[in-house]
């Protein structure tokens, strides 16, 4: 009797702990549906594709906004956004069933599968201890990137620390193409995309009607980073529904071995809450609740343990998150460079809990003094210095925002005096700082007025002699100055 009480207790707690769920799933689609219009048009964020995941429940996707604000193309479900780094979790999901199938170990250096000495100096001994665990954590002491023309170096010894690394995800992708035989899309569509339908979904550059543009603040279109051959870190076109698609299979932990599971859940290390690419700075302190597992990062909070991460190329924006404990999960792509100041609305209306993700990632909120700035000037010029007067004054705004409004204006816009006019007011505001006197510089030197440009410059190099780009370009616009007064 005591059994069938207890039998009957439990099937009606699952009943109303099932209808619970779907409850609040329902509120937040509804609080969605309701305020992503209202965020989109405050942040100029023309079109956005959302999902929401439940391990056991169908999964709502939506569509909002446009692909092309010009022509008023509607954003489908269907349509294509650069997913930017959140190519990465996809792509450690493949590398991951490569482990459980015995062709890779994580813990052995991929020069053993691929012996090719990618770094320079190309006897480097210390790419002989970088691992697929290793990347996939961030910690093999590349650079996020390398500067256009220059090797790949090693700047960290492998396994010290936390630092976000592209290049370390493109290592391991050359090492998976070598052992499989096969280009990345090619692996990816036979580990990933096929077995879940993800039918829409490529590395691959594919210019079309499905591909929506970026766009800058200034409202200007941009197309994806291409890639003929695809890159693991960044290139993936996907949609919410195909992403979304990909995130209930790791929450049933499809195609994994449970163990293999864990381990992607487990921190391998802990953060630097001061920095995300630490190769050149760190404070040397480690989070106490943000760690990097495999391929994730991982938040582990008070309301729960998350995996997240997102995604920032130029113009194109993207978030997903994954609660552990509740068995949900949220994915947006957006089409704008604003695009990541709503994801902690976003977040919170849909998923809920405490994300310190957003403080260490650090992007301006749809509604900060800094994001209403720079909307202002790209669409008004420097008429809206005057609407902010009181904020640039009291340094509500940061430098940092003024510069970027600043060059939206003189290199986007081609407003060459608006940017004048900004970086002056800068100047005025950061009279000791070597970057505002350089912008000024900058921008009178597009503007041909050279004799203000090398008086900024000079300026520049005064409050700080260590600028050696500074002096170059003194030199230079000494050199152009005397030849224009001897030409006359």
């Not at 702990?17 to 965020?39: C, F, K, N, V, Y």
């Not at 630092?163 to 995800?169: A, I, K, L």
């Not at 090619?186 to 993800?198: A, D, K, S």
Request: aromatic share 8%; proline share 7%; charged share 20%.
């Amino acid at each position: 009797m005591h059994r069938t009480l207890a039998a009957l207790s439990l099937a009606l707690f699952s009943v109303f702990a099932s209808h619970a769920q779907q409850t609040g799933e329902r509120t937040a689609i509804d609080t969605l549906t309701r305020e992503l219009p209202s965020l989109m048009q405050q942040a100029a964020i023309p079109g956005l594709s959302i999902a929401l995941v439940d391990r056991d429940h169908p999964i709502w996707v939506h569509s909002f906004g446009t692909v092309d604000p010009a022509t008023g193309q509607p954003v489908t479900d269907h349509t294509l956004f650069s997913a930017a780094s959140l190519s990465k979790p996809v792509f450690t999901y493949a590398v991951l069933q490569l482990v459980d199938q015995g062709k890779l170990d994580l813990d052995t250096p991929l020069t053993h599968y691929w012996p090719e000495r990618v770094v320079s100096p190309a006897d480097d001994s210390r790419l002989d201890k970088i691992t697929a665990r290793i990347v996939l954590s961030h910690r093999t002491g590349f650079p996020n990137w390398r500067p256009d023309g220059e090797p790949l170096r090693i700047l960290l010894p492998p396994g010290e620390r936390f630092s976000y690394s592209g290049e370390g995800f493109v290592y391991l992708q050359h090492t998976i193409e070598h052992i499989e035989g096969k280009p990345l899309n090619e692996i990816m569509r036979q580990l990933v995309f096929l077995p879940l339908g993800m039918n829409d979904s490529t590395y691959i550059s594919q210019p079309g009607p499905n591909v929506t543009s970026g766009y800058s603040l200034g409202g200007q279109p941009r197309g994806p980073i291409g890639s003929k051959d695809g890159n693991a870190a960044a290139s993936l076109l996907i949609n919410a529904h195909d992403y979304a698609l990909f995130l209930q299979a790791i929450l049933k932990g499809r195609s994994l071995k449970p163990s293999t599971l864990r381990q992607m859940e487990t921190p391998q290390i802990a953060v630097d809450p001061a920095c995300t690419n630490c190769t050149t700075r760190a404070s040397g302190k480690l989070s106490t609740d943000l760690f990097w597992g495999l391929g994730w990062g991982i938040e582990q909070t008070p309301t729960g343990k998350y995996l997240w991460h997102w995604g920032d190329n130029p113009s194109y924006k993207a978030f997903t998150i994954i609660d552990l404990t509740r068995r949900r999960a949220l994915v947006f792509f957006a089409n704008s460079q604003s695009g990541l100041s709503i994801a902690p609305a976003v977040v919170r209306d849909a998923i809920g809990g405490d994300h310190p993700a957003f403080s260490w990632i650090h992007y301006d909120a749809y509604d900060s003094p800094s994001l209403r700035f720079t909307l202002d000037i790209a669409h008004d010029g420097a008429k809206a210095l005057a609407t902010h007067s009181a904020e640039l004054q009291n340094h509500t705004i940061p430098e940092e925002a003024i510069e970027s409004a600043g060059f939206l204006l003189l290199y986007e816009q081609k407003k060459t005096d608006d940017a004048i006019a900004v970086f002056q007011r800068k100047v005025e505001l950061y009279p000791s700082s070597p970057d505002a006197n350089a912008n000024l510089g900058e921008a009178y030197a597009v503007a041909g007025k050279k004799e203000l440009a090398l008086a900024c410059y000079e300026k520049t190099l005064a409050l700080m002699p260590t600028r050696d780009r500074a002096r170059s370009i003194i030199e230079r616009l000494c050199s152009e100055i005397a030849k224009e007064k001897a030409a006359h």
